[in-house]
């Protein structure tokens, strides 16, 4: 380790600058969503066991929740555009305009050259636990799915049931496709109910017991069409491992509410990126 230089603690010193201060961001309508929501009627829902994946669809205005149903259980979500699957989440530039983890009034924003919003938050039941002492908090940004590549690197094993394999799997079968195909559509996710942060010691990142209980849900606002994919992570509650046959699992359900006629009055789907994408060359 190389020695400090003399003014060690004036560098550490300097403050922060937030990279994408997010005061111009375009505020979401959570008023005029929540007022559609209270009267949106149920149309769709899916099950999905522990352990496995499934697909499920949102058209653009409705809404959609992911519940707890059984016990303290995290998912591990994708979205794509519905009639483009490859414009998708793209987690890192949701991490750097929202945080580490997000919460009621905050989006999930697609890829480049896309970028716009996918999905709003309007309303979190665990919006109430905050940042906990060891910096922990839910529904993060910043893992990137339990997967069966770093599995077989750390601990030389071949886990089919892993989060990723979980989408893989799914995704591939609702687009009727092979899994070769379908692997590179699967992305960095929302961990869903999922308690993590970085330590402070050594910067890694952790995860600990879930605070999620039965009948806690994250519900969303479409802003596009959607194509969802949710895993129910074989971690359970991830207080102990997340690529595991051993850890108690549950199922999540998704379930997706249409807005009643008129209730939207005014809305309309978020335009791509206005970016004009010449990068420089005329």
Request: hydrophobic share 35%; proline share 7%.
């Amino acid at each position: 380790m190389t020695n400090a230089p003399a003014d060690a603690d004036a560098r550490r010193a300097i403050p922060p600058v937030i990279c994408y201060p997010n005061e111009t961001l375009p505020e979401p309508p959570l008023d005029l969503y929540r007022a559609a929501r209270a009267t949106a009627v149920k149309t769709d829902e899916v099950l999905v066991p522990a352990r496995d994946a499934r697909c499920f669809t949102v058209p653009a205005g409705h809404f959609f929740r992911i519940s707890s149903v059984e016990g303290a259980q995290v998912g591990d979500l994708n979205l794509h555009n519905l009639n483009d699957v490859t414009e998708l989440f793209y987690s890192g530039k949701t991490r750097a305009l929202h945080g580490t983890h997000i919460t009621t009034g905050e989006r999930m924003w697609s890829n480049f050259p896309h970028m716009r919003p996918m999905a709003t938050i309007i309303a979190d039941t665990l919006g109430w636990y905050g940042i906990d002492n060891f910096g922990g908090s839910v529904h993060d940004v910043i893992g990137t799915r339990c997967d069966p590549y770093t599995g077989n690197l750390l601990a030389d094993t071949q886990y089919h049931h892993c989060c990723h394999s979980n989408l893989t799997r799914s995704l591939a079968d609702h687009l009727g496709v092979n899994l070769d195909e379908a692997e590179p559509l699967v992305h960095d996710v929302l961990n869903v109910f999922m308690c993590t942060g970085f330590t402070r010691d050594t910067g890694q990142y952790f995860m600990k017991a879930s605070p999620v209980r039965p009948g806690d849900f994250l519900e969303f606002f479409a802003e596009i069409d959607l194509l969802g994919n949710l895993s129910a992570c074989p971690g359970g509650d991830c207080s102990s491992e997340h690529s595991s046959d051993a850890a108690s699992c549950h199922p999540l359900l998704v379930e997706v509410f249409a807005p009643a006629q008129g209730t939207l009055a005014g809305w309309s789907s978020p335009k791509i990126n206005q970016y004009d994408r010449t990068h420089g060359r005329r």
